[in-house]
Nanobody
Framework: VQLQASGGGLVQAGGYLRLSCVASGRTFSSYAVGWFRQAPGKEREIAAAIDRSDSSTYHADSVKGRFTISRDNAKNTVFLQMNSLKPEDTAVYYC????????????????WGQGTLVTVSS
């Protein structure tokens, strides 16, 4: 599975962005997908994740109520809608995939996109 993340950019605090992760391969619906982020000098952390069937999602406490993960298996795409952005959301955002069920640990993911930079100004 190859992943291509896009949608990052510069936005003011309180604004919104929608990230997309497009996957190649016919079995994308068999993979759980996570969105991770990494700020300078910090460890990579999970923002949100979704199981292969869209029946179960996870959102980190830091983004709960502001970010929403979803997927469209017909389009091989997973989205991360980010609302009410804060300066502390500034990071490179990566999408990653692993078979079947999501994990909160980035080390459990087998496939990674190239990352897209999100910058939130105050």
């Amino acid at each position: 599975v190859q992943l291509q993340a896009s949608g990052g950019g510069l936005v003011q605090a309180g604004g919104y962005l929608r990230l997309s992760c497009v996957a190649s391969g016919r079995t994308f619906s068999s993979y759980a997908v996570g969105w991770f982020r990494q700020a300078p000098g910090k460890e990579r952390e999970i923002a949100a994740a979704i199981d292969r069937s869209d029946s179960s999602t996870y959102h980190a406490d830091s983004v709960k109520g502001r970010f929403t993960i979803s997927r469209d298996n017909a389009k091989n795409t997973v989205f991360l809608q980010m609302n009410s952005l804060k300066p502390e959301d500034t990071a490179v955002y990566y999408c990653a995939a692993r078979p079947t069920y999501y994990s909160e640990n980035y080390r459990d993911y087998d496939y990674w996109g190239q990352g897209t930079l999100v910058t939130v100004s105050s």
